[in-house]
């Protein structure tokens, strides 16, 4: 499989008998361009996740549902594993969503990620949009806050949650009157976002969430 990172082609493959992820070395890891990746830019994203009554149900609908693990990363000429990198694959296909510092990156599982949702907005959660970018990489739920009167106008808002697996982000949440329907929405959304929190990959991120 190819995958891309960043400005350079990474040729990666599974060995199953020790959970071993083969990996050309010249990897370009500077990048923070959280939708730097092959998809159009105006692809449409995620899915209506309105008639969603919890987070779980959010997930199984939008095909979250899925876990994150890490595998050691070897050198596919020599097959030397490349010490203090690993690659975060998707348990459920294989697919390798990025290469970490093992030494300094935490997993956030989507679940841990998404699941104080409730805690910060209340029991009555009305959910809008739900989905990933880049094959996983990215992924993100949007939840539709009370209406918004504006000198007489109102205007619908959202608060934004979202997670990253390829080690070039963080949780985080954001307000914005942007309904995401396609990823040139959501990029929109984040340069604007005048509120936002954000919380690491590093140490115990779910305790810290």
């Not at 997993?107 to 949702?117: R, V």
């Not at 918004?148 to 949780?171: A, E, P, R, W």
């Amino acid at each position: 499989m190819d995958l891309m990172l960043n400005d350079g082609m990474v040729e990666v493959t599974a060995r199953e008998d020790d959970a071993t992820t083969f990996v050309d070395q010249n990897v370009n890891h500077g990048s923070n361009d959280i939708f730097s990746g092959r998809m159009a830019i105006g692809s449409n994203v995620g899915k209506d996740v309105s008639g969603c009554v919890s987070i779980s149900e959010v997930m199984k609908n939008a095909d979250l549902d899925w876990k994150v693990v890490q595998r050691e990363i070897a050198d596919k000429e020599t097959g030397a594993v490349i010490p203090g990198w690993m690659a975060n694959v998707r348990e459920l296909d294989g697919k390798t969503l990025g290469i970490v510092n093992s030494r300094r990156y935490a997993i956030c599982q989507n679940e841990d990620a998404f699941e104080f949702i409730g805690n910060i907005i209340g029991d009555e959660v009305s959910y809008a949009r739900a989905g990933s970018l880049l094959g996983g990489r990215k992924v993100f739920v949007q939840v539709k806050l009370p209406e918004c009167d504006i000198l007489g106008d109102s205007f619908d808002m959202y608060l934004v949650f979202t997670n990253s697996h390829d080690g070039k982000g963080s949780v985080r949440a954001f307000v914005t009157p942007i309904r995401i329907t396609c990823q040139n929405m959501l990029y929109l959304a984040l340069e604007r976002a005048d509120r936002s929190w954000s919380c690491y990959h590093r140490g115990n991120v779910v305790e810290r969430l």
